[in-house]
């Protein structure tokens, strides 16, 4: 595999540490865009709940928290690179008494002790400078005949950002998620091409076909850049 010329980007550990509440909700998509699809899906591919639910990347722990308030005999867990989010969302478990736990997992690499019958990467891809790499590793924890589910950015997102960022201040307001201060660093990856995939090269990588998973939730309302950002699941 190429060597990748740029690093993952963000330090979060230092925006968790500095993240006041408005940071916190700006930083959490997936409660606001995915959420409903998410478990949509689920209701479909697994009534009952899977046994086993991993999300990695799960900042604020949103789908973690919600999949085991509906499923309460999932165990489920959320990674994420930054200690401090983490931190609070253990002390959000302890108070809600949900069978969840937190770990540490920094993308690219994770080998968790265990496979899980769904695992979830949302919103995250963007981040991570070798996707192809953290797809596999993220499917190898799927256990046979479960789903991993994921959103990403392919060339139409890459175009799109690739516009923002030459003149952010253009596009990006104060009501903007984006500071277009930061936009340019913060989706260097998009923008340069380096986190891009699609569904034929997460076929050729996986060796399966993704799927759409607004195939299966037709219910739920798609988050209006679907298009550009795919959420798409992988059976295994």
Same mark, same amino acid.
């Given at each position: ?5 740029? =690093? ?19 930083? +959490?998509?997936?409660? *606001? ?21 991993? *999300? ?15 499923? =309460? @005999? ?6 994420? +690179? ?36 769904? %695992? ?28 991993? %589910? ?49 569904? @034929? ?8 076909? =993704? ?26």
């Amino acid at each position: 595999m190429a060597e990748k010329r740029y =690093p993952n980007t963000i330090d979060w550990d230092e925006y968790w540490n500095e993240a006041d509440e408005d940071v916190r909700t700006d930083t +959490s998509p997936s409660a *606001d865009l995915v959420l409903e699809p998410f478990v949509e899906f689920l209701d479909a591919r697994l009534p009952d709940g899977p046994d086993t639910y991993a *999300d990695v990347g799960c900042g604020p722990g949103d789908l973690v928290f919600e999949v085991s308030d509906r499923y =309460p @005999e999932t165990t489920a867990v959320g990674y994420d +690179s930054a200690e401090a989010v983490l931190a609070e969302n253990r002390k959000r478990a302890r108070a809600t008494n949900l069978d969840i736990s937190f770990e540490r997992a920094v993308l690219p690499e994770f080998e968790p002790d265990r496979r899980f019958d769904v %695992v979830s990467c949302l919103f995250t891809l963007c981040y991570v400078a070798d996707t192809e790499r953290t797809i596999e590793q993220l499917y190898d924890a799927v256990e046979p005949g479960g789903y991993l %589910v994921i959103h990403y950015h392919n060339r139409l997102a890459q175009a799109h950002y690739r516009t923002l960022a030459e003149s952010p201040h253009e596009y990006l307001d104060e009501d903007s998620v984006w500071n277009p201060e930061t936009f340019a660093d913060r989706f260097e990856l998009v923008v340069e091409g380096e986190s891009l995939l699609s569904y @034929e090269r997460i076929r050729e990588i996986l060796g399966t076909w =993704p799927q759409s998973v607004f195939s299966v939730a037709d219910d739920a309302e798609q988050y209006g850049a679907h298009r550009h950002e795919p959420l798409v699941y992988v059976p295994k």
